[in-house]
């Protein structure tokens, strides 16, 4: 629903590099904001990383198809089936199934490995896949995927041409607006701090989800990685970062956002502070070791070396000391109550 209680000039000032609103009070509002609209629990997604292989070159991303240092890999329907039965054990209720982008992927192995996970239980199955065929949606949808996450990573169409060779935001918004009509609970975002970015980019990032009415926002900070073209590039601010998570969170109210891993490879405290802003979603790794090392979309990641019990003993110790509540349910978008 569209927000009349605010307008593009208000997101710009809170995100301005002058801005006259103090971080600590843009946060404040936030962290009202989503008790209002999603409740004061954090919700978990266990993250699966299915395949490094990608055909797609992105400037900013370690996946990219150039980089011949990553020995690429495509998990199998069973040790996918094995990691999301240990998602089911942390009494985790929804289970994200990442990748690049390739056809090298196929449409079956995500089918199968969708039908193997609804029979653990009532879970939620997220993609996050890439671009794919429209059929393919439809496949995935009748085998009981619940959502799908398609960052259009900057509504600038020029600076999303040069990120993206060969690709358009164009064809991205109409495979996102396809996969809202068929069914899927929608997640989409940006990316904050690439090269040419400005802040009208962001604060029109901000109004594009809007304008999806997206279910799921993801806003990350770049990182660099050492085998892409923008290896040189500075990490993106992380007081910007946070202060664009928050302006989301007032603005759009009731989507889920997580606070990302490159979040807290950014900063020591950065699933912290990403909740403090406004963020609700905390999305542990439970992809094997010896594959995590392989998903290298940027570098100095964190949790690499670490299974998926040691992380989420940490995470439970820095949310009970927020005092936040994990929620035990599968966290739907708030959005399917009002559709
Ligand atoms: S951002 Fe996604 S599509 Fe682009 S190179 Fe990385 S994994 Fe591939």
């Not at 020995?71 to 240990?86: N, V």
């Not at 199934?97 to 029979?119: F, H, V, Y």
């Not at 904050?192 to 799921?216: F, H, K």
Request: aromatic share 6%; proline share 4%.
């Amino acid at each position: 629903m569209k927000n009349e209680d605010y307008s593009a000039d208000d997101i710009r000032s809170w995100i301005d590099d002058d801005s006259s609103v103090p971080s600590a009070d843009l946060f404040e509002t936030a962290r009202q904001v989503r008790k209002q609209h999603c409740g004061d629990v954090v919700y978990l997604r266990g993250l699966i990383e299915i395949s490094n292989q990608c055909s797609c070159n992105c400037l900013y991303c370690g996946l990219r198809h150039s980089n011949e240092n990553l020995s690429r890999y495509i998990m199998s329907r069973e040790e996918i089936t094995d990691a999301a039965k240990l998602v089911a054990e942390y009494g985790i209720k929804t289970v994200v199934m990442q990748s690049g982008e390739s056809p090298l992927i196929s449409a079956e192995l995500i089918e199968d490995s969708i039908c193997a996970i609804k029979e653990l239980g009532d879970i939620a199955v997220t993609l996050s896949l890439g671009e794919r065929n429209f059929a393919d949606y439809d496949l995935w949808l009748k085998a009981g995927a619940d959502r799908y996450l398609l960052k259009h990573e900057t509504a600038n169409k020029i600076l999303y041409r040069k990120l993206h060779p060969g690709a358009s935001l164009d064809e991205r918004l109409d495979h996102l607006h396809y996969l809202k009509s068929a069914g899927y609970q929608t997640g989409t975002g940006n990316i904050i701090g690439v090269p040419g970015q400005t802040t009208d980019d962001i604060v029109n990032d901000i109004l594009l989800c809007e304008a999806l009415e997206a279910d799921m926002i993801s806003i990350s900070p770049f990182m660099p990685s050492g085998n892409t073209p923008f290896s040189k590039v500075q990490p993106a601010d992380a007081d910007l970062t946070l202060r664009v998570i928050a302006a989301a969170r007032i603005y759009l109210r009731d989507v889920h956002m997580p606070a990302t891993t490159a979040l807290a490879t950014l900063l020591p405290d950065g699933r912290e502070a990403g909740l403090k802003a406004g963020a609700n979603v905390i999305m542990p790794s439970f992809t094997p070791l010896q594959y995590k090392t392989e998903y290298l979309i940027y570098d100095n990641k964190i949790c690499l070396n670490e299974e998926a019990r040691r992380c989420l003993t940490s995470l439970d110790l820095t949310l009970g000391s927020l005092g936040y509540h994990v929620s035990g349910e599968r966290g739907d978008s708030p959005k399917l109550a009002i559709r």
